[in-house]
């Protein structure tokens, strides 16, 4: 008992000794690639349709987003096992391979709206080939992924969600109505038109998306594989209170970095595109061209810049989080620190979903629309697995005496229906 109780002062007193930035790692770039270049558009074009008056759905949305991912972040670090094998263990094998293939359907359009935009914003900067840029972002992307061990790449996607700040850096080269602005994301004015309800379902399914969750639990269980000393915390379950502290500042500050993000990139484009009638903007790189001559070169270079860094940062995420839930689902080895030839089928999913992404941006196929059904897919799947994640988190027989708290209970239920009306709205309301 007391070198229980020594191991546990002796792990908080270690984590209270680590600097800062060691501190984050799954949260923070969890939060980050939630801000990829589709997500940019997502949020560009609400700024630029409906200038301030989607402000407030970023703050609406931080708590539930922090209480889902501190519940998928607890599932991996206690049970040792990420969020597909989880499902596979508990429940029956058809709804494990509806959500896996759907994610990875949903993940492979994703990486090409991606990789299609990180394209478009190289060839504004530096002319050229969009298809080119879009080959080379791709490939160097599956390069790092399979011939970097986790525990250095990690390191690379940290140093690259400063990518972010571009965005922040864009407010301070345009002029910004500050009392409107405070008043206008305070006090909302909301409407019942079919544009701002599906613009409010957007956003909400960029900030709250199915592979953010299998990516944070999948990363927790790459923490723990990276430290020899470490064991699941059910069976360690003394051990738990440094770790879920760690977890709760990681997720905190990463989906705080993210809604922070989103809350300027949307924020950019409603003082300059709102504001001068630009109103229709489909693309993340047709946002930073219309940039250009109202808020000046500095403006749309920042601007282009985030979208190359975002892509770099999310199509790791997203490869990875279909990797790791295909894994999951038919048991095979599955970690970034592994050598491909130790899991070749694991690197094999992350290969082939981002060639096919490369592939797709050569192909006739509409990138909005494509990107429209990416959201419809991810909308419809979030449901579910956040339904089995709310009821694994509450099981003993998988959580062991580490069940979640009744605060996270209900953030995770009233996220998980918050996303239930979205999906129903979405369906039900007409497109544009």
């Known amino acids: 008992m007391q070198n229980a109780h020594a191991g546990e002062k002796k792990a908080e007193s270690a984590l209270r000794q680590t600097g800062w930035l060691k501190k984050l790692g799954p949260g923070l770039i969890t939060g980050a690639a939630d801000d990829d270049p589709s997500g940019i558009a997502t949020y560009s074009q609400s700024g630029a349709q409906f200038g301030f008056g989607l402000l407030w759905t970023l703050l609406f949305t931080y708590p539930l987003m922090v209480g889902i991912q501190i519940i998928s972040a607890r599932i991996g670090r206690v049970t040792g096992h990420g969020l597909a094998t989880n499902i596979r263990r508990h429940y029956p094998p058809w709804l494990l391979y509806c959500i ?40 160097i992307s599956v390069l790092l992924q399979v011939f970097i061990p986790y525990s250095r790449y990690v390191r690379v996607l940290k140093w690259l969600t400063l990518a972010l700040l571009a965005y922040v850096g864009t407010v301070f080269v345009v002029h910004v109505p500050w009392a409107e602005l405070f008043t206008r994301t305070a006090i909302p004015r909301l409407s019942w038109s079919p544009a701002y309800l599906t613009t409010v379902v957007a956003v909400f399914g960029t900030t709250i998306s199915p592979y953010l969750f299998f990516w ?3 990363q927790e ?71 250009k001559p109202i808020a000046g070169n500095f403006a749309f270079m920042l601007f282009s810049l985030g979208i190359i860094g975002t892509g770099m940062l999310a199509i790791p995420v997203l490869a990875g989080s279909a990797a790791y839930a295909m894994a999951g689902a038919f048991h095979w080895k599955s970690s970034l620190e592994d050598e491909p030839k130790v899991a070749p089928r694991f690197y094999g999913i992350i290969i082939v979903s981002t060639l096919v992404g490369i592939a797709l941006g050569f192909t006739p196929l509409n990138p909005i629309k494509a990107l429209y059904w990416s959201a419809v897919i991810n909308g419809v799947i979030s449901v579910p697995i956040m339904v089995v994640m709310m009821l694994m988190a509450t099981r003993q027989d998988i959580m062991g005496k580490l069940t979640v708290t009744r605060r996270l209970k209900m953030l995770g239920w009233l996220a998980t229906a918050v996303m239930a009306i979205a999906v129903i709205a979405m369906l039900i309301t007409p497109s544009q």
């Open 100 to 139: 896996v293939g759907l994610l990875l359907l949903a993940n492979t359009i994703n990486i090409a709206a991606d990789i299609a935009a990180m394209g478009e914003a190289a060839k504004l900067g530096l002319g050229g080939s969009a298809h080119l840029y879009a080959v080379v972002f791709g490939l």
């Open 216 to 218: 944070q639990a999948s």
């Open 221 to 291: 269980v790459e923490e723990l594989r990276a430290d020899p000393d470490a064991v699941p915390l059910k069976d360690k379950p003394r051990q738990a209170r440094a770790d879920f502290r760690r977890i709760k500042v990681d997720t905190y500050i990463g989906m705080g970095f993210s809604n922070l993000v989103a809350f300027f990139i949307m924020l950019t484009t409603a003082v300059t595109l709102h504001a001068h009638g630009i109103t229709d903007i489909q693309t993340s790189a047709q946002a930073a061209q219309a940039l």
